[in-house]
Structures are given as C-alpha cells and as structure tokens.
C-alpha cells in the first residue's frame, strides 16, 4: 500500500458522494486506500459511506470508522492514522473547500522526490482559484501562521490548511495529542521538533459558508492562542520546560528596572515574552548563570547607571552560558541536559 487517504467526517451529507466521485477520479487505484472517519454525525453521513463501501465498482480500498460520538477533527485523524498502512498518509477535508486535484499533484510531487517527507497546502500561494468568505477567518489564520513562524524560525504561509501529505517516517516519530482543530499547529510544531522541513504548495480553495455547514467558530480562534503557547512552551522535556520558568522570572526581573507606572509594567510583559524565548534555547544551569550576572549587574550604580549595568551583565551572561554550552556539547549526557 502506497498511499493511505484520511478523511474525518462530522455531518457531510451533501459533499460525501461527490468527494468519493473526485477521490475515484485522481487516487481509484489498488495501491491506494482511503480511510473514512465518521466522528459522530448525526444526519445522513454514516449511511451514505455505508453505503459507498458496499459499492464494488472501484479498485482502491475502502476503510469506514465510525464513531459513536463526535470527538474531534485531531482524535478522528488519530484514528484514521492508526489503522493506515500505506508509506505516505495524505490528511483531506471533506468539506470540498479544497481540491482533490490538488491532493493529487502533493501526492505526485512526494512520491518522485524521496528527499521530501512532508508537503503542506497553502491557500495563500499561486494563483489558483480562491474564494474567501470571512475577512476574520483569513485574518486570523495568516495571523496565526505569523505567531507560529516566530515561535519556531519558520516562514510557512498557511498552517491551517488541512490539505497535508507525510511520509511514514514522519508519523513514526510524531506522537499527535489535541482532538479539535488544533490539530494542525499539533501536527506542524511535531514535524519541526522532529527536524523534518515543511514544503508548501499552493493549492485552490473554496471556502462555505456556516449556512452550507462550516463548522470552525471564533471558540477555536481563541483556543489556537492556547495551542500555539502550549506546543511552544509547554511540550517540551522538563529540563526545558524549567528553564523556560527560571528565565521568564528573571527577565520580567530586568524588565522591572526600566520605566515607571504603567511603562514599567508594559516592559515587564515585553521581558517575560523575550525570557519565555530565550529559556526554549538555554538549559537549567544557564538559566540560573544569566541570573546571577543580572543579580551582580543589579549593586552596580543607580537609576540608569543601574539599568546599563544590568543590560551589560545579561549580555555577559548570555555570551558566557553559550560559550560554556559550546565547550560541554556531546561531552556528558547529564550536563547536556542542565548546560
């Protein structure tokens, strides 16, 4: 089995048959299976795919899961995932806001180039077809994509798209654990984590309306915020996840010499932010190192006199703890961990 197509559904009565159409005319081939994932649905969902499985006339096979209740766009692609065989997983909506010809020129492009693992659609490249319903939604997502880019060097252009292909290699070493829409910062954040580079295609999109049954509210909106904080800061080894606490408080320490009033406290936030980033790129001891350059810089002088020697000492501390990073790398395993 070469390819394994997942399809989550939740109340798709009117697209299911012409999406099994399309998916016959690009992927009706024996070497491909497609997985359909009813999470739930409560219309005429269930008895439609029922129904196509029972139809004999195509050579890809056909997989039906289905699920008693709704549990989510990520644990409905878990499923899916988990019982698929084929050496590339490809993810398709089957909404029909994306094109299944698209699916198919990720999936030509993946399998002839053995050097790429994992292909992501992106609404907002080329100049295909496009048609956008909400300004917000778009807004938002380019938005979301921006924050996503920040937190992890990236320059993507759509991470929300739900038009992905991976190669097994990828899915054996990502361990994917949010059930709603989240899934696709769950799914990326993994891929780069993992050290595998996401390419993008630019795909066409056809977005519906909430009266034609879209399903995405302004409650997942808020809740991608949560999301991109968590897989940024929050999964990650203990020692890191310490370290990005230890560095956090000693930067909204710093934060708290400049300003004063409300100025002072809009520096302390900016200082919190930029220490939740540099405690994702320094260990323990490196942490608490910066600290106490910041804690001798601190008797040094007073009003300004006092901020520049803070602002020196923390650029000592930094260039010290890299330098001590750079002597111990690969040398110990445990001080790996806390340098």
Known sequence: MNLSIIIPVFNEEQYIVKLFDDILKYFNQNYVEIIFVNDGSYDNSKKILEELKLNTNYNLNFKLINLDKNTGKGNAVRRGMSIANGEYLLLQDADLELDVKDSKEIYNII???????????????????????????QFIGKLNTLIFNIFFGQSLTDIHCGLKIIHRDVYEKINLTINDFGLEIDMA???????????????????????????????????????????????????????????????????????????????????????????????????????????????????????????????????????????????????????
């Open 111 to 137: 399998k002839d180039d053995r050097d790429i693992k994992c292909i992501f659609g992106s609404r907002y490249l080329s100049g295909k077809l496009k048609k956008h319903n909400y300004f917000i939604n």
């Open 189 to 339: 954040s993994q891929i780069i984590k993992q050290n595998f580079f996401i390419y993008e295609v630019g795909v066409s999109y056809f977005s519906r309306s909430v009266k034609a049954g879209k399903k995405i509210t302004w409650i997942d909106g808020v809740k991608s915020y949560y999301y991109l904080f968590k897989v940024r800061f929050l999964d990650n080894s203990i020692s890191t996840v310490i370290s990005i606490i230890i560095s956090s408080v000693y930067m909204t320490h710093v934060g708290s010499y400049f300003g004063m009033g409300l100025g002072n406290t809009l520096f302390m936030v900016i200082f919190f932010l930029i220490g939740l980033v540099i405690g994702l790129h320094t260990k323990i001891l490196s942490s608490l190192n910066i600290y106490l350059f910041i804690y001798l810089g601190s008797f040094i002088g007073k009003g300004q006199g006092k901020v520049l020697a803070v602002l020196i000492f923390f650029i000592v501390g930094m260039f010290i703890s890299n330098k001590i990073k750079k002597i111990t790398k690969n040398k110990n395993k445990l001080l790996s961990i806390l340098i």
